[in-house]
DNA sequence: ATTTTTATACCAACTAGTCTGTTTATTTTT
DNA sequence: AAAAATAAACAGACTAGTTGGTATAAAAAT
C-alpha cells in the first residue's frame, strides 16, 4: 500500500475552482494554486499532467455535480404529486429555496466563467458545456411537455425554450448578483420564473 | 499640429474588445492586441498608460454605449402609445427585434465579461459596472411603476427585482446562446419576459 | 513661398520579471 | 517496497512596460 493522495488531489481542485472564478482561468497561475492548497509544484504537476489537463477536470466535476443535482431535484419531486405543473413548480421551488439561503452571491457558474474566455479551452471543454446545458433542456421540457397535456398554454410557447429560461435565468442572476453584490437576487429572479409558468399554464385542462 | 491619432486609438478599442470576449481579459496580451490591431507596443502605450487603462477606457465605453441605447429605448417608446403597458411591451419588443437579427451569437457582455475575473479590476471599475446595471433597473422600474397604477399585477411582485429581470435574462441568454451556439436563443428569451408582462398585468385597471 | 519649429503619433529593440512545465534528489507515509 | 509528496533549481517562452529615436503635419518665421 502506498499513501492517499486524494486529499491533496480534492485540495487542489477546490481551491482552483475558487480560484478561477475569482480570476478566470488564465488569470489564474499555477503557482498561486499552489500557495493557497499548500503544495508544491511537484505535488501538482503529479496530480495533472497540465494546466489544460486541471481545467478539463475542474469542468468535468463541476458538470457530475451539476447533473447530479439536477437528478437528485427531479427524484425529490417524482410522484410526489399527480399533477405535472405542481411537480414543476415544487421543482423550481427547491432551487429558490437553495439560492435563498446564500449570505454572499453564489460564487459563480464555471460553464459561463468557461464561455467568457472560449479561446483557453479545447473544443472537448465546449462540448462537455453545452452538453450540460442541454442535459438540463432536456429534462425540463420533459417536464414541460407533461404539464401541457393537462394544462392549456395561455400564449403558445416553444418548450425547449421555456426549458432553457431555467438556465438563462440562474446564468444571468449570477452575473447580476455578483455584480451588484445582492445575494437575494438570484432566488427572487427564479421566483419570477416559477410566478410565469404559474401564469403561463392554465388551471385545468 | 501632428496628424491624428484617433483612428488608431480607435482600432486599438474595438480590436481589444473583440479579443477580450474571446479570450477574457488576463488571457488578452498586449502582444495580441498589437499583433491584431497592425500597431507597435510605442503607439500602444502612447495611447494608453497600461493594460489596466485599456481596461478602463474599455468598460467606460462599452457603459456609454449601452447607457445611450437605453436612453434611445426610452425616447422611441415615449408617449408612443397612452398605455404604459403598451409602452412597455414595445420597448421590450425592441430588443427582441435587435437581438433576432443577428446571425451568430452576441459577442458578449463585457459587464459579464469582467465579472467573471473581477480580481483583475479595480473597485471604479466595479463600481461602473454596478451603476450600470442599477440604472437599467431605475428606468424600468419606472416604466413599471406607470403600468402598475393602471394595470393590477396578477402576482403581486417587487418592480425592482422585476426590473432586474430584463438584464438577467439578456445576461444569461448572451452566455447560453454562446455555449450553445444557438443565436436566436436571445430574442427567444426576452420574448418570455414580455409574455410574463403580459401575463402579470391585467388588461385594464 | 519656402524654411524652420513644434507637438503629436508612432516604431523597433530592449528590460525585468512571470509563466508553465521539467528535472533531480530527498523524505514521508502506508 | 511503493506511492505521494517536498524542495529547489532550471529552461524557454511569454509578460507588461520603457527607451531612444523617427515620421508626420501643421503652424510660425523668414
Sequence with gaps: MARDGKPTRDKILAESK???LENGFAGTSVDQILERSKITKGAFFYHFKSKADLARTL???FSSEDLADLDNALKETEALNGDPL???LKFIQRYIDMMATLESPYPGCLYASYIYEPSQFSDDIKEK???SILTWRRELA???DETQKTHRMKIPTDK???ADQF???LEGAFVVSKALNE????AHQLKHYKNYLELLFEKRA
Tied chains: 1, 2.
Design 18 to 20: 475558487t480560484l478561477v
Design 59 to 61: 469542468i468535468e466535476d
Design 86 to 88: 405542481q411537480r414543476l
Design 129 to 131: 458545456i453545452s452538453s
Design 142 to 144: 420533459v417536464m414541460l
Design 160 to 162: 425547449e425554450s421555456l
Design 167 to 169: 438556465t438563462v435565468i
Design 183 to 186: 445575494p437575494q437576487l438570484t
